[in-house]
Nanobody, 118 residues
Framework: QVQLAESGGGLVQAGGSLRLSCTASGRTFNNYVMGWFRQVPGKEREFVASITWRGTTNYAGFVKGRFIISSDNAKNTFYLQMNSLKPEDTAVYYC????????????WGQGTQVTVSS
């Protein structure tokens, strides 16, 4: 069973930066896709970014140029560097994983709160 654990959330002023981390236990990143999602109360969870085990990245339009997803396969950890944060980035951020051949993410972390003050 794969377990994902996020860390690095918190409170930051608009324009600031935070780095989220997600460590996986129970498998390696080989043939795996890692992603970040976020959710605010009353809204659906939305995709933020993903990275494959080969390093191919994908971003939602609203974070391009501000957020960077990366991974350290040796540490089974992947990251979301968030720069130029805006109050509308306030949400609970979740890391997730799926086998590359699957379309749905089936492993999720517990979530970490990110709050951006204006």
């Amino acid at each position: 069973q794969v377990q994902l654990a996020e860390s690095g959330g918190g409170l930051v002023q608009a324009g600031g930066s935070l780095r989220l981390s997600c460590t996986a236990s129970g498998r390696t990143f080989n043939n795996y896709v890692m992603g970040w999602f976020r959710q605010v109360p009353g809204k659906e969870r939305e995709f933020v970014a993903s990275i494959t085990w080969r390093g191919t990245t994908n971003y939602a339009g609203f974070v391009k140029g501000r957020f960077i997803i990366s991974s350290d396969n040796a540490k089974n950890t992947f990251y979301l560097q968030m720069n130029s944060l805006k109050p509308e980035d306030t949400a609970v951020y979740y890391c997730a994983g799926r086998v590359a051949s699957e379309s749905q993410y089936d492993n999720w972390g517990q979530g970490t709160q990110v709050t951006v003050s204006s």
